[in-house]
């Protein structure tokens, strides 16, 4: 790094949140709850302060200096191989930077009163720290190798987090059904970068693209290129849980939920999304590898939404939503609108984290309660929540001005307008949004409205330090609601950073991230508003239907879903179900592994091979030994006798190597 | 060569004789000496101030009966005295007396191991004396384990315990003076003191001997030789009262006269090079009246003035002394003589330095 | 002129005398004066060479062979006292276990 | 000449001693025989011009080590060595290897003398104390250092050892 440029101390801003860590996890269990908490929020805080500094020198900078590298030790150098501890600081990882600390800051202040009856306080906000740290490095990372650090590293911080409860075997469970689900993406991320380096000699981004850009389009077929964006994409689809591998999320809800609102909703989930968007050179140049990930984009959206409207667990509920959400994002990479992907990322991190939140100060409310049947009624005990909720839901739900209106109908669009995209996908997309409205405001009446419903059963699943009984029904204490208000405002505001120009915006974040992601890529241009407009007004429409439909339903002829599901009984068991897609998974790949361990990995190789041989090495030695113990006679004498034979044979040796 | 085979010869038979007549001398000395001491006469009878005593001796020694007592390991028990005086006489050998001597054709060194030319000397004159100081030892040592008796066992013990341990803080205190001088050679040591003075201050008549500046080794040098030759106040190896007559207990006539004489001749050698080291050697003022032979003969006079001094102080403090308890000596000789020579040399070296 | 080879050969001949003196004595004091004998060998090659050589540094090395044998010898023999205190024998023959 | 014939003089002392000393069955003989080797080995030196290495035979082994030696003979009172049992090995197999040895040895001298120039010799005066002192504390002066230690570490070793066991 020359002296001329500007140095942001980017290797700061993860090193921040790694203290912390460290410090919260060294002496935490000594520190009183309030030292914790504080060593914990400060680190992210200068850490947010950082990166908002950083962007604001960044936003300064003239173009040609972006994206901004900064160098420091080298880390692995074999051969050509050569990858160092350096930080890449562009658009696209500023908006990633700001999210995460900013979400994670204000979810780290919530947690302080969520946590605050737990066990484990200083273990909670260790592991939280570390979530920030490895979060950071990975979109920060100028190489694929350090990215996929960040990305194993938060892969064990939400392992940990998820099984934070670990007393609960559900809680350990899913934690390690996420952590070997991700594996299995992690190992196409690996062979991508295998074979990234076997063609372009370097994991680099900036080789790497370069070296990409140099190639040709693969229109023809598959190519390398392909293969590589293919591989990632599993990766991707390990880490944002898309089809096939969306199964850990819904069960990492056993984590506390403001885990589940940054690690499984805001910041790590959308991993994915961030590399695709980063390696938008590769998939430009690979047209079957877009539009795979579009179609499971799509299809994911669609299945998670139908899934989420039969779920009665406001956490799952939510999960689901994410899950469709971030197929959302997924379908906009796949159409090459990767602005808009980002855009939605930014806002759904906004609107989702606070749908996350206000489920959290429900069910804190409710002393654990996390099933919506046992809800209603809550609009009066707990206001504040309920209109933060509110915007929430309508921002998720798409209705103008809130920030889910914005960022959904530019995906739509680009569906609909792009090369990439088809009017099939759109379609798809429409639908799944009138669902998502119907399921989001679903769960608005039944929680916040109509009277209150006794808990039949199901006790807490967050076992909360509060006695589970619904009579004390009470608010959360500020520090909970300052977060909620202040996420409020920005999925209420967050979409206006990119008002198209029908509605008299131009665009401001898409050419914001224009030099990063539409390097070469056709995205549709906004040049005919007529078109757009129809399509906003259409989604609009959607999105009120459901909410009529979610009215009807839930609000005013309540005996109506039941009678609905009793009609076309199978299908809906099969949803509620899940499509028992976990029982499938389990008999086709969980079920061979364990015969196949048991029976030939354990009896045969480790006991019958690796055993056998280090049992049959210390016999032999000590029949050796045995028999060498002869020599120690402990005659002196003898042992001279043994030490001239071997001083006339090193002589004799060496005069016959002199003669040579 | 042949001829500085013979003049070696000679100069060595001379010498001999010169130092056992020495001897002998200084045994009729101390006793005189001591005898004044305690208010008595000394030796009177034979001979004018019993002068022939010395030969009366020598001559009983000779004619008393040798007997070897049984149950003693014979080859050592001959061997030890001889090895103990011949140690003493050889040690002489390296000595430098005196400059050169002009006879008549030849002029030679006073000395018995120089060059051919007359003028060198062997580099590391000291280095051997010190040498074959340390290996007098075995004389003692094997005469008191031969003689298969308590009192000789303890006694040689003692000795070689004793010369081991004092030799370390005698070959330390010489070395101040080798630092000062530069050589090892003897005789360039005695050249080195007729030096005159680096500091102004000091007049130029003042005689430039290391005693001066090295007065601490002196008396370090002075203690060790006499706890080295055995003499009072550290003659516990032959201590009467606690152990007969320590290693030579089973010694009679001539063996044990063989060690009287070692332990004298040591005397003189440890005399010689004190005055060698710390008294100039054979420097002093040469009358100019005299005629050239006797002139030439002068320098090993004030030589033998000055060893005779020391002779004296060996026999005055043998009056004055008590003795040591055995101890007491290790722990002096450790614990006070070896850590103060030892400060010496850095002292010295310090100096050097700084002189330099 | 003494040529090197016959310095050499002396110092062999002395060498192997002391290993023979290790082989055959039983004296545990005499195989240790043995050790030493070998030591001289050594020493007198050294000289030797050095002198032919024209290089003083092995003169050097026989110093420092020459203190690590006298530390050897304090602590050979020092090992012999206490040996014989437990033992009441001089024998190798008989000192052939660690433990008593 | 006279070089030669003094070699051969104090050669045939050193073997004679060091005969003597296998030769002995009484350790002291074997000590005294060993100091007579060192003498001669002295006066070796001595021919090859190394002084300084000559004196110190004499003062440190002579005059240090070997009293040692002769010390502990005389406390232990080590008398005539008892013939037990012969070690085979050291019968079988070290006294073939020892003369093995001596026969590689002469072999190679033998070699050498044909291939080597006659004309070197050794130095007049080579191992002045100057010379050596310049080495000792210059180039070699950690590893004097270290020898120094090592003395340190010997003598506090030999004081354990040999302290009665009070325990």
Redesign the interface.
């Known amino acids: 790094m020359n002296s001329s440029e500007p140095n942001l101390y980017l290797w700061l801003i993860p090193l921040l949140p790694l203290i912390g860590a460290a410090v919260n996890g060294l002496f935490g269990r000594r520190f009183p709850k309030k030292i914790v908490a504080t060593v914990g929020l400060v680190f992210v805080a200068a850490a947010f302060a950082l990166s908002a500094w950083a962007s604001v020198q960044l936003l300064h900078m003239p173009l040609d200096r972006i994206p901004y590298i900064e160098e420091h030790l080298p880390w692995i150098t074999a051969g050509g191989f050569q990858v160092d501890f350096s930080f890449y600081l562009d658009q696209l990882s500023m908006v990633m930077i700001l999210v995460v600390t900013g979400v994670g800051f204000l979810i780290h202040v919530y947690s302080v009163g969520y946590m605050e009856h737990e066990g484990g306080y200083y273990r909670f906000f260790a592991y939280l720290n570390l979530f920030m740290f490895f979060m950071l490095m990975l979109v920060l990372a100028s190489s694929y190798l350090l990215m996929f650090v960040g990305w194993e590293g938060v892969g064990l911080a939400s392992y940990l987090l998820i099984g934070f409860f670990f007393l609960k075997d559900s809680a350990a469970n899913a934690g390690k059904k996420a952590f070997i689900v991700n594996r299995i993406g992690d190992f196409g991320f690996l062979i991508a970068m295998f074979l990234m380096f076997q063609k372009f000699g370097s994991l680099n981004f900036s080789d790497v693209f370069k070296g990409a850009s140099s190639l040709p389009v693969e229109s023809a077929g598959a190519g390398i290129l392909t293969a590589i964006a293919l591989l990632l994409l599993l990766g991707a689809t390990g880490k944002s849980a898309q089809i096939p591998l969306y199964v850990w999320l819904p069960d990492a809800m056993e984590g506390p939920t403001p885990v589940s609102a940054l690690i499984h909703a805001a910041t790590m989930v959308t991993a994915g999304v961030y590399m695709v968007a980063r390696s938008n050179v590769i998939f430009n140049r690979a047209p079957i590898a877009l539009t795979v990930v579009a179609v499971i984009g799509c299809v994911t959206a669609l299945f998670a939404a139908t899934i989420g409207m039969a779920q009665t667990d406001i956490k799952r509920v939510l999960a689901y939503s994410t899950i469709s959400q971030l197929g959302y994002m997924f379908l906009a990479c796949g159409v090459a609108a990767y602005s808009a992907a980002i855009f939605h990322l930014m806002t759904h991190a906004f609107f989702k984290a606070l749908l996350f939140l206000c489920a959290g100060s429900v069910i804190h409310a409710l002393g654990g309660e996390q099933d919506m049947r046992n809800m209603g009624g809550l609009r009066q005990k707990i206001p504040i929540t309920f209109w933060t909720m509110t915007f929430g839901t309508f921002a998720i739900a798409g209705f103008p001005p809130l920030a889910g209106f914005f960022s959904k109908d530019e995906i739509l669009f680009q569906t609909w307008d792009s090369p990439y995209g088809s009017k099939i996908l759109w379609a798809i997309g429409l639908v799944t949004a009138g669902i998502t409205s119907f399921y989001m405001f679903r769960l608005w009446f039944m929680t916040f409205f109509g009277e209150r419903r006794e808990a039949e059963h199901g006790t807490g699943h967050d076992n909360h330090g509060h006695a589970n009984d619904g009579d004390h029904v009470h608010e959360s204490p500020w520090i909970m609601l300052v977060p909620l208000a202040i996420l409020a405002f920005f999925s209420f505001t967050g979409g206006w950073v990119n008002i198209p120009k029908v509605f008299g915006g131009n665009n401001l974040f898409d050419h914001f991230l224009a030099p990063v992601l539409s390097a070469g890529a056709a995205t549709a241009e906004h040049e005919n508003p007529g078109l757009e407009m129809t399509l906003a007004l259409t989604s609009v429409v959607v999105a009120s239907v459901g909410f009529a439909f979610a009215w009807l339903f839930y609000y005013k002829r309540r005996d109506l879903p039941g009678k609905f599901a009793a009609a076309l009984n199978g299908f809906y068991t099969l949803v509620r179900d899940k499509y028992r897609v976990d029982e499938l998974y389990n008999r086709l790949f969980v079920q061979p592994v364990i015969k196949l361990s048991r029976n030939f990995l354990w009896q045969q190789v480790d006991v019958g091979t690796i055993d056998a041989v280090v049992n049959e090495a210390a016999n032999s030695a000590q029949h050796i030994s045995n028999e060498a113990r002869r020599m120690q006679s402990g005659n002196i004498r003898s042992y001279a006798g043994w030490v001239a034979l071997g001083a006339a044979v090193v002589v004799a040796y060496m005069i016959w190597a002199g003669l040579q | 060569m042949l001829t500085y085979i013979v003049i070696a010869a000679i100069k060595s038979v001379v010498l001999i004789h010169v130092l056992l007549g020495a001897v002998a001398y200084t045994v009729w000395l101390e006793r005189k000496v001591v005898g004044h001491m305690q208010n008595r006469w000394g030796p009177t009878r034979v001979g004018p101030f019993g002068l022939l005593q010395p030969i009366a001796d020598g001559v009983k020694f000779i004619l008393k009966e040798d007997l070897t007592p049984p149950h003693v390991y014979k080859p050592l028990f001959i061997l030890a005295p001889m090895l103990s005086v011949v140690l003493a006489l050889t040690s002489i050998a390296i000595i430098p007396l005196g400059n050169q001597l002009p006879l008549g054709r030849w002029t030679t060194a006073l000395q018995i191991t120089s060059s051919p030319a007359g003028t060198g000397d062997i580099n590391i004159g000291l280095l051997i004396l010190l040498g074959v100081t340390s290996i007098a030892v075995y004389g003692i040592a094997l005469a008191g384990w031969s003689s298969n008796n308590k009192y000789s066992l303890l006694g040689s013990l003692r000795a070689s315990a004793q010369m081991i341990s004092y030799e370390l803080s005698l070959g330390l205190s010489l070395v101040g003076v080798l630092l000062l001088a530069g050589s090892l050679s003897l005789r360039e040591i005695v050249t080195a003191q007729s030096r005159s003075y680096d500091f102004r201050w000091i007049p130029a008549w003042f005689p430039h001997w290391y005693v001066f500046p090295q007065l601490i080794a002196f008396f370090i040098y002075l203690i060790s030789a006499y706890a080295e030759t055995n003499r009072i106040p550290f003659d516990l190896p032959e201590a009467e009262t606690e152990l007969v007559a320590g290693y030579h207990t089973e010694y009679s006539a001539m063996k044990f006269a063989m060690f009287f004489m070692a332990e004298y001749a040591n005397m003189f050698t440890v005399a010689c090079v004190a005055t060698l080291l710390f008294f100039g050697g054979w420097s002093g003022p040469v009358p100019k009246f005299l005629p050239p032979l006797v002139q030439a003969f002068v320098p090993l006079f004030w030589f033998a003035i000055k060893v005779l001094a020391f002779i004296f102080v060996y026999i005055w403090v043998r009056g004055t002394l008590p003795r040591f308890r055995y101890d007491q000596l290790m722990a002096f000789g450790w614990k006070f003589l070896l850590p103060l020579a030892i400060a010496n040399i850095i002292i010295t070296s310090l100096f050097v330095a700084w002189l330099s | 002129m003494v040529p090197l080879a016959y310095y050499l050969g002396l110092s062999t001949i002395l060498f192997c005398l002391g290993v023979l003196g290790f082989l055959i004595k039983r004296n545990i004091i005499t195989i240790f004066i043995c050790i030493e004998l070998m030591l001289n060998a050594v020493n007198l090659s050294f000289v030797a060479f050095s002198a032919y050589l024209k290089n003083l540094n092995a003169q050097v090395f026989v110093f420092f062979v020459m203190v690590v044998a006298a530390a050897e010898a304090a602590v050979g023999l020092a090992i012999i006292i206490a040996v014989f205190r437990t033992r009441e024998t001089l024998n190798v023959d008989r000192v052939n276990l660690l433990k008593l | 000449m ?3 014939i003094l ?1 051969f003089i104090f ?1 045939a002392v ?2 004679a001693g ?2 003597n ?2 030769a002995q069955s009484h ?6 025989s ?2 007579v ?2 003498g001669s ?1 002295a006066v ?2 001595l ?7 000559a ?22 009172n ?1 008398g005539i ?5 012969k ?5 079988f ?3 073939p ?2 003369t ?3 026969g ?6 033998v070699l ?2 044909e291939n ?1 120039d ?1 004309a ?4 007049p ?5 100057q ?2 002192a310049h ?2 504390f210059g ?2 002066l950690l ?1 004097f250092e270290v ?1 120094s230690v ?2 340190l ?3 506090m ?6 302290r009665r ?1 009070e325990s």
């Open positions: 006279l070089h030669l070699f050669a050193c073997i060091a005969v000393l296998l350790p002291i003989n074997s000590a005294l060993l100091i080797v060192m080995l070796l030196y021919l090859l011009g190394a002084e300084f290495v004196a110190i035979q004499i003062i440190i082994y002579a005059g240090a080590v070997m009293v040692l030696f002769i010390f502990v003979i005389m406390l232990l080590a060595e008892e013939h037990s049992g070690s085979y090995v050291a019968w197999i070290g006294i290897s020892v093995v040895l001596v590689l040895a002469v072999y190679s001298l050498y003398q080597s006659p070197i010799g050794p130095e005066i080579l191992g002045s104390v010379a050596i080495l000792l180039k070699f590893p020898t090592l003395i570490i010997a003598i070793g030999a004081v354990v050892l040999a066991g």
